[in-house]
Structures are given as structure tokens and as C-alpha cells.
């Protein structure tokens, strides 16, 4: 799934950090409480293609019900982001959101007949399970721009590349912030060490790398937590320079992540 760099590479990166060289990938999602709102960030992939599919589990493990769900944020389209959140024929299964908010140019790219066109098989299939969450949620769609402030402490952070309206959210909250973002890393441990290793999926690949060199230099600079739906765990973490990369450091976390 990565470009830009070998298999004896991303072996040895994963030993050095002592982790599983599984080829396997981790799927998160995030639910932040507002007062009285509760909102979830990203869907997971609902078990299309037999990824995931345990969102709905975990949230009611979590003590959570489905329908106290009233806002959904989207980092981007892509399948094992918004696969959970809509059945076949564009059923709801979060049926008492008010406000679905994605970046402007995501919406756009998914609604584009043109780009759908000119897309791999593979690609068009994954317009396919988009189009479907977008037709369920249709009423609810809330377009943004890059630095909008979309509740109070949450803004808009627009990280292009992977795909045109991928984003990440700024939490604020008493002094403390947490940024959390879909798909700047794919395989945590391989990619903050070589950023420029680009995967499959991206769509502008230069970009992707990019804004992925960007954004990691900037988390080093302030010092603020990030989370990833890719993360190997869903627990936050602190991005440190490392010569001319990066490393990244997780919280304690509850479980072993690997
Ligand atoms: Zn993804």
C-alpha cells in the first residue's frame, strides 16, 4: 500500500520500534462531548469489504447510544471512514444527526461526475460507498472552509492532499488542545520516519507528502497532542523531530498496542 519506499525499509522501521510487522492497518473513530451535544468523528468502514464494522459495538461498550449522536464530523469519504455510518439505499444508521460537516471540496469531489469518470475501477467503487453516506445524509450536509469554527472549541483544519477536502479538527478545550485528523499517516511508525512515503489511496501523492511534512513539522513546533483514525491505538500523541524526520510518542495507553 506504500509508495516511495522498500519492504526491507518498512521491516526494519517496525522492528526499531518493536511493533508487529502484520500488514495490517487500525481503523478509530472519536466521539467528543460538548455540554449536551455528543458528536462522532468519522464512521469506520462498516465492514464493507469485511473491514471493521464494530463501531456501533464499541460505542454502546463505551455507554454510548447511537442516537445521541446529533453531529458528525468528517475528516474525508474514503471508505473506512464513512463506510459505518449508512446502510444499503442510503439508510441512516445515526438517524437523529442534525449536522454532517466536511470540507467544501470534499463534498464537491465526491459529487463530481467527472472525476468519479476518470477514476480506477477500484476508485469509482469507493465513490460509490461516498455517494451512498452523502444521499443518506443529504438534508444534513454542512460544508466548511479551512479555519472555520464549526462548535465552540472545534475548528476546521484543512489537510489536503490525500484526497481535496481532507481534514483534521482542532479541539480546544481549558488550555489543553488535541488535533485529530484522518489520513496523514496510514502505518504510523513507517511514516513519520519517512514522510515521504505516499500510499495507495492518496490522490495527489505530492501533496499528500506535503501536507503530511507540513503538519507534523508544525506538532513538533507547538507541542500539541494529535490522535489519527490510522493510529495503532485510539489514544493521543506527541510528534518529535528526529534529524531530518520525525517520531511519534504515544500516551500511556490502557492496552498493548502493536
Ligand atoms: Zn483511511
Known amino acids: 500500500m506504500l509508495e516511495g519506499i522498500d519492504n526491507d525499509e518498512v521491516l526494519s522501521l517496525l522492528i526499531a520500534a518493536n511493533v508487529s510487522s502484520l500488514p495490517r492497518m487500525f481503523i478509530n473513530a472519536f466521539i467528543v462531548e460538548i455540554g449536551t451535544q455528543t458528536i462522532l468523528i468519522d464512521g469506520g468502514a462498516g465492514n464493507i469489504n469485511g473491514w471493521g464494522g464494530r ?7 463505551a455507554g454510548y447510544d447511537p442516537l445521541q449522536i446529533d453531529t458528525i464530523l468528517l475528516t474525508h469519504g474514503h471508505s473506512d471512514h464513512v463506510g459505518g455510518l449508512a ?17 467544501r471540496a470534499e463534498l464537491n469531489f465526491w459529487r463530481d461526475d467527472e472525476a468519479r469518470k476518470v477514476a480506477s475501477a477500484d476508485y469509482q467503487r469507493l465513490f460509490d460507498v461516498a455517494c451512498n453516506v452523502l444521499d443518506a445524509y443529504q438534508q444534513q450536509l454542512t460544508p466548511f472552509e479551512d479555519g472555520d469554527v464549526l462548535l465552540p472549541g472545534i475548528t476546521a483544519v484543512h489537510l489536503p492532499g490525500h484526497t481535496p477536502g481532507h481534514s483534521g479538527y482542532l479541539l480546544e478545550s481549558d488550555g489543553d488542545s488535541l488535533l485529530v485528523w484522518g489520513d496523514i499517516l496510514h502505518f504510523p511508525y513507517i511514516q513519520v520516519a519517512r514522510p515521504d512515503a505516499t500510499f495507495a489511496f492518496d490522490y495527489t501523492p505530492d501533496l499528500a507528502a506535503k501536507t503530511r511534512r507540513k503538519i507534523l513539522t508544525e506538532l513538533s513546533q507547538n507541542g500539541r497532542y494529535v490522535t489519527g483514525v490510522h493510529f495503532n491505538a485510539p489514544v493521543r500523541a506527541k510528534i518529535e523531530t528526529l534529524g531530518d524526520s520525525f517520531q511519534i510518542f504515544y500516551e500511556q495507553q490502557s492496552r498493548d498496542v502493536d
Open 87 to 103: 446502510g444499503p439505499l442510503a439508510t441512516k444508521h445515526f438517524r437523529n444527526v442534525k449536522k454532517v460537516f466536511l470540507h
Open 55 to 61: 463501531l456501533v459495538p464499541a460505542m454502546v461498550a
